[in-house]
Each structure stands twice: as C-alpha cells, then as structure tokens.
T-cell receptor, first 117, second 112 residues
Framework: GAVVSQHPSRVICKSGTSVKIECRSLDFQATTMFWYRQFPKQSLMLMATSNEGSKATYEQGVEKDKFLINHASLTLSTLTVTSAHPEDSSFYIC?????????????FGPGTRLTVL | AQSVTQLGSHVSVSEGALVLLRCNYSSSVPPYLFWYVQYPNQGLQLLLKYTTGATLVKGINGFEAEFKKSETSFHLTKPSAHMSDAAEYFCAVSGYGNKLVFGAGTILRVKS
C-alpha cells in the first residue's frame, strides 16, 4: 500500500515553455501533498504544501506564479513550471499524506527529472 | 522549530560489517522521526518510522533505529551490510502539518 506515482519521470523542454508534472496517490486518498525540489548532492527542499480543494501554501522564496500547484482531487496534485528556464532544471519529488492509516507518514513519488535547454 | 543533524555526509563500510548512520534532532514537541532511503534518480522510500510506543523500531531490509529521548537521537543500524544497501539515507523529523524537516543526508558506500 501507499504508492505514489509521478508523471513524467523525465522531461526535457525548451526555455520559455511550461511543463506540468502530475503526482498521484494510487491506493489511498491524499488529503495533503507536498512538492520538493532536490539539487544534485543535496537534501530535499520543500517548495509547497497543497491540500485538496484549497490553495497551496508556498515556502518562503518560492515563486507561486512560477510554480503553479493544483490539488483538484484526493488522488491528484499537479505542479506546473511556467516559463521554464535552465535554472529550473532539477529533480522534483512529490509526497502524499492521507486519511485513516496513512496520516502520519509522507509517502514519496519516484521523482521527475526536469531539464530545461 | 525543528532540525535534524546527520553526522557524516559519507559513510563507508565493508560488506558484512555493521552499518551505523547517526541522526540527532531537535524538536519543541514530541517528535515523529523517519528514515528514508534514496537510490540514484529515484524518490524516497520509507525505511522505518517512530511515532509513539516502543522506542526500538524495526524497518525494512533489516534496518532498525532506536529513539533515545535523553540523547535526542535516532540512529539507524543494520548488523550486516549488503552491497544493495549502498544509497543515500535521510533522517527526518515531522513537524506542524505533517511537514518534514530533513537532514542533509548520508551516502552509504559498501565495499566488497
């Protein structure tokens, strides 16, 4: 149980384009999803917290207009990187916390490698 | 506020030797503590967690950790290292709203 998927696993795009990354909880309902960014050889940096049906809460220093987060259902959250630039290239990981039995642990997706040319 | 310190960014052990990865935390509230493992270009996999109750926690792949409140520690151990254990390990403490605060990570190398 507690499986989280991400799609795509890898994406390469041109500078100036937008990229959408999906995060799904496959076998539980996720009341809260988190989005992280991980630079090479570094720990995870929390970008934002999203709760189903409400606006995401962004960490200090994260541009909300650049990193659009939508949590439209209890199993899906999306992160859209708008007008991507090479400095946005990174490994993006989502995690989910759910209801009954899945409330105290974050379960992580496999990550999405974004490369902006 | 909460924080996590992982002592040793790199740890190297021989196959079959004891694995000990150190984690100390600070927390103003009773902590939930976690160890995650990350293989290259993959997400994080939960190894084990401490929430309440028994302070010695057993996880997957033969790992275990002991919560020691007096030492504010949650060190990860495995009696006998296997080549497949080579990965990066993250200790984390859970705070407000299930937010996780991660340590910097420890890369475990297993020598044959």
């Amino acid at each position: 149980g507690a499986v989280v998927s991400q799609h795509p696993s890898r994406v390469i795009c041109k500078s100036g384009t937008s990229v959408k990354i999906e995060c799904r909880s496959l076998d539980f309902q996720a009341t809260t999803m988190f989005w992280y960014r991980q630079f090479p050889k570094q720990s995870l940096m929390l970008m934002a917290t999203s709760n189903e049906g409400s606006k995401a809460t962004y960490e200090q220093g994260v541009e909300k207009d650049k990193f659009l987060i939508n949590h439209a259902s209890l199993t899906l959250s999306t992160l859209t990187v708008t007008s991507a630039h090479p400095e946005d290239s990174s490994f993006y990981i989502c995690s989910a916390v759910g209801l009954a039995g899945y409330t105290d642990t974050q379960y992580f997706g496999p990550g999405t490698r974004l490369t902006v040319l | 506020a909460q924080s996590v310190t992982q002592l040793g960014s790199h740890v190297s052990v021989s196959e079959g030797a004891l694995v000990l990865l150190r984690c100390n935390y600070s927390s103003s509230v009773p902590p939930y503590l976690f160890w995650y493992v990350q293989y290259p270009n993959q997400g994080l996999q939960l190894l084990l967690k401490y929430t309440t109750g028994a302070t010695l926690v057993k996880g997957i792949n033969g790992f275990e950790a002991e919560f020691k409140k007096s030492e504010t520690s949650f060190h990860l151990t495995k009696p006998s290292a296997h080549m497949s254990d080579a990965a990066e390990y993250f200790c984390a403490v859970s705070g407000y709203g299930n937010k996780l605060v991660f340590g910097a990570g420890t890369i475990l190398r297993v020598k044959s």
